[in-house]
């Protein structure tokens, strides 16, 4: 096999690695955690506060997905003090369904629930 023939199948096979290698983050991965981990609090922080204002997985979920779609500043769980430095976010790119998706995954990664011993 020649130098140049090599050098192609090389390319192929990394491009589809790196393929494959997208497309195995979930859809959490890819639009939630590139922009927190710009943040000074984790996004297990930030489930912690969700937990302690809205206390159970449904009114978790519907806390988190309201604000994601209407990010006010009086809907927030975050101090008043991380907004005026961060911000507030701007309402989500994702479809129903996505975010559904992706607020599901953020509460199987983070419930304390199954983790109490």
Not at 15 to 35: A, D, H, Q, T
Not at 68 to 89: A, E, N, Q
Not at 111 to 117: A, R, S
Request: proline content about 4%; charged content about 25%.
């Amino acid at each position: 096999m020649g130098k140049r023939l090599r050098g192609v199948l090389v390319t192929i096979v990394f491009l589809n690695g790196v393929s494959l290698w997208g497309e195995s983050e979930n859809i959490f991965e890819r639009n939630c955690v590139p922009c927190h981990q710009e943040l000074p609090t984790s996004l297990g922080e930030m489930f912690k506060s969700y937990l302690l204002v809205y206390s159970s997985e449904k009114f978790v979920k519907a806390g988190i997905k309201h604000y994601l779609r209407h990010p006010f500043k009086s809907l927030s769980v975050m101090s008043d003090l991380f907004i005026d430095t961060y911000g507030i976010k701007k309402p989500t790119h994702l479809t129903p369904k996505e975010l559904d998706e992706a607020i599901d995954i953020y509460w199987e990664k983070f419930k304390v629930f199954d983790k109490l011993k």
